[in-house]
């Protein structure tokens, strides 16, 4: 059992508050999830200032020393409870993320983007959304996610999200069947993990669809024809918002959507803060279809 909360902010005034109403998302996910728990902000200028490449990442914190030194004069850190943000406003995205590898070999990268931060770590949700100091962020989108492990160790490489892709994260409420086998397909064509979580199997299947060429409703499609077992899932892009469910719907999810924002949560109660929660359009997802929404 996880808990999943997202917000798409469609009205700009709504920017500045992202974190806070993200913050009450996260709250009331809390009991679904108390191992661990994670977030990941699209748009905060604190984390990815505009114009800047960004690489999440989780390192001891004796490996954060003189990062400009040993990344470039015009590269900055920002060390939020366990996870880090490199940013650097020359370097693009792979040139910085491969400067990172190279500087900090026993780093694990959680995030890379043009405008995504990566956050999390191993406590209870409330305590890990201060530790972010997740009610400070801005921007036009977030998910959050709270973990009650199943599949594999309490670790904050296995919270979620999962983003293995420039500016794509994912997260994952059940637990896929076949996650071994399809793992070792992907490990055959080159692909690394990071973790045994069986949700990083789904972020990285996703990944290789829309390396392949397909767009995000595709990539989801395919992954109900490919996955077993029982899953809600929300995906996002830096202007894409996407939720599916397996074919029996097994797991709960709620979108709610107004003109002002749209958002997904595992139970109703985690929307009662939102502004014209009112008057939104409130439903649940049908099994195997595949809902996006672009900014």
């Known amino acids: 059992m996880c808990g999943i909360a997202g917000l798409q902010v469609r009205d700009p005034s709504l920017e500045p508050r992202l974190g806070e109403l993200l913050t009450g998302m996260l709250h009331q996910a809390a009991e679904r999830g108390p191992d661990s728990a994670g977030v990941a902000l699209y748009g905060d200028a604190r984390l990815t200032p505009r114009g800047h490449a ?36 020359t370097l693009g995205v792979t040139d910085l993320e491969r400067a990172v590898r190279v500087a900090f070999p026993s780093a694990v990268v959680t995030g890379r983007g043009t405008e ?67 793992r070792r397909e992907l490990r055959a064509e080159g692909v690394e993990f990071d ?29 109900c024809e490919r996955f077993d077992g029982f899953y809600t899932l929300l995906v996002t892009t830096g202007d894409s918002f996407a939720v599916v469910r397996d074919a029996i719907a097994c797991k709960p999810a709620v979108v709610a959507e107004t003109e002002a924002w749209v958002a997904m949560a595992s139970e109703y109660r985690y929307f009662a803060h939102l502004p014209g929660i009112e008057s939104a359009r409130i439903f649940e997802p049908e099994p195997e279809e595949v809902y996006t929404w672009q900014r």
């Open 54 to 89: 960004a690489v999440s990442l989780l390192t001891p914190d004796a490996l954060l020393t003189d990062v400009a030194a040993r990344l470039g004069g015009d590269t900055a850190a920002v060390t939020v409870g366990q996870s880090t943000v490199v940013h650097s406003p």
């Open 116 to 182: 995504l931060a990566v956050l999390k770590g191993v406590g209870h949700p409330d305590a890990l959304a201060e530790e972010f100091d997740l009610r400070a962020a801005t921007g036009h989108q977030g998910i959050a996610h709270t973990r009650m492990a199943t599949e594999s160790a309490v670790t904050p490489a296995g919270a979620h999200p999962f983003s293995v892709d420039e500016n794509v994260c994912l997260v994952h409420n059940g637990s896929f069947a076949n996650h071994a086998t399809i």
């Open 195 to 223: 973790s045994e979580n069986d949700s990083e199997v789904g972020a990285r299947f996703v990944a290789a669809q829309l390396a392949a060429g397909h767009d995000l409703e595709k990539s989801l499609r395919l992954l």
